[in-house]
């Protein structure tokens, strides 16, 4: 079983960035991919970041390539999400994920764990 919990959420105005943590509980040893996907209002969950097991290997929405950047610190077992240059249409809560398969992918079913999620509101 892997627990996951975000932090760092919160408002910004438009143009700012914010940087979105996540910590899993896991075995020693595990191999888990982590990722990330926000859900606005009234809309699907949508895939925005994952990053592999070994922290090798990254890969993004390509809406988001350039503005958000996914990290991993593989010792302390968390993902990073920074995300620069945010517009209006970036507010919804972000859920990190993890996957046993060790690679994710860009759908939600890919993955099989989820954090509680944070909340960021972006303004215009």
């Known amino acids: 079983q892997v627990q996951l919990v975000e932090s760092g959420g919160g408002s910004v105005q438009a143009g700012g960035s914010l940087r979105l943590s996540c910590t899993a509980s896991v075995r020693p040893n595990s191999r888990y991919a982590m990722g990330w996907f926000r859900q606005a209002p009234g809309k699907e969950r949508e895939f925005v970041a994952g990053v592999t097991w070994s922290g090798r290997s990254a890969y993004y929405a390509d809406s988001l390539k350039g503005r958000f950047t996914i990290s991993r610190d593989l010792a302390k077992n968390t993902a990073d999400l920074q995300m620069s240059s945010l517009k209006p249409e970036d507010t919804a809560e972000y859920y990190c994920?993890?996957?046993?398969?060790?690679?994710?992918?860009?759908?939600?079913?890919?993955?099989?764990?989820w954090g509680q999620g944070t909340q960021v509101t972006v303004s215009s």
């Open positions: 994920a993890a996957a046993n398969d060790g690679v994710g992918g860009r759908w939600a079913h890919e993955w099989n764990y």
